[in-house]
């Protein structure tokens, strides 16, 4: 009787052991699962905001091209103009040049010239 006793003892004790060795290795994985999980909601959030930030960089880099783009084309625009009415000036050079032949030269009204020059002067107090 004794001996049936040390066996069942032994088989029970040794039971016990795999099931407490199984329920600590399950609360290991269910504190890594959660911990993992708590750490992957920040990384993804972190790496998302990051990215955002990369995206918001770039998006201002780029309509500062698009507005500096817009500005130097305006300007060439501006100097286009102004050797025309140069290079129309020296054809005449022996003569004074009236006012009517720099405005067809330009061919452009007087409004929209004066609205050209707000323009750029409105452009360079911003910048």
């Given amino acids: 009787e004794k001996e049936v006793w040390n066996r069942e003892r032994l088989s ?23 911990f993992l999980r708590e750490l992957g909601s920040d990384t993804v959030n972190a790496v998302l905001r990051r990215i955002y930030g990369k995206y918001l960089r770039a998006e201002s880099f780029r309509k500062a091209l698009i507005y500096q783009k817009k500005y ?26 009236s006012y009517t032949d720099l405005e067809i030269i330009t061919h452009h009204s007087k409004g929209f010239t004066r609205f050209r020059s707000a323009v750029r002067v409105s452009i360079a107090i911003s910048r």
């Fill in 12 to 34: 029970l004790q040794k039971s016990l052991k795999q099931a407490n060795a199984e329920l600590s290795k399950l609360r290991a994985e269910l504190r890594s699962e959660a």
């Fill in 72 to 97: 130097l084309l305006l300007l060439l625009g501006g100097f286009q103009e102004c050797e025309e009415a140069t290079l129309a000036l020296i054809a005449q050079m022996g003569g004074q040049p």
